[in-house]
């Protein structure tokens, strides 16, 4: 199943940089979620396994890291 998100997702890729997710991939329960990721720095789109992303901090949520 392709997600497109509604807004997009303010996201850290682990070796690659900052980015926005703008979609996710959901292959079923025997697979990994896949986000759909367009990198700040050089306009990159990834498709990058959950284990790889880290949503950003947002002091107004209370995500502080």
């Known amino acids: 199943m ?3 998100l509604k807004q ?3 996201v850290h890729v682990i ?3 900052d980015g926005y ?3 996710v991939i959901d292959y079923g329960q ?3 979620l896949i986000w759909v990721v367009v990198l700040n720095e050089s306009g990159e789109i ?3 396994r959950n284990q790889e992303v880290r ?3 947002n002091w107004t949520m209370g995500r502080r890291f």
Do not use: C, F, N, R
């Open 55 to 57: 949503v950003k901090s």
């Open 15 to 17: 070796d690659k940089g």
């Open 8 to 10: 997009s997702l303010p």
């Open 30 to 32: 025997e697979h990994d």
């Open 46 to 48: 990834w498709s990058v």
């Open 2 to 4: 392709y997600t497109e």
């Open 21 to 23: 997710a703008i979609a």
